[in-house]
């Protein structure tokens, strides 16, 4: 039997253009992403997705439209799964009341799973900030999709 590992993410811009950016560590592990996360049996994509950023950062969102499917094989790098994962572009529905840092891993807490928010421009963002190859061909379309100014 196959495993798949459906994740639903969403793309956040701030009034500067800038891309929000979750950096996590869990049990030892870090990793940058978009903020989202794994969908629950019997939820929606938009549903699983509100979840997320509620559960994340506290913040219910719009979601604006679909941006990108993953559309190649990648496993899990936890587990034995395939991971697909359905990338919207969001925006806040009241502003974000997160703590934002400056540098990448910069966790204001302590225990076995941190996280910390950032704001990144588009054009600053290099494919090694983020840590999955499906963050990264997004940040890939966003690049081509958005002028270098911005």
Known sequence: MYKFNIRVYGLLFNEQNQILISDEEEYGFKFSKFPGGGLEYGEGLIDGLKREFVEECNAEIEV??????????IQSVFNDSQVISIYYLVKPVSDLELDFREQPFDFQM???ILQA???KGIHDLNSEDLTFPTDQRVLELLKEKWPKNL
Request: glycine share 12%.
């Open 64 to 73: 604006l439209g679909h941006f990108y499917t993953t559309d190649f094989f």
């Open 110 to 112: 302590e225990g076995d």
């Open 117 to 119: 928010f950032r704001w």
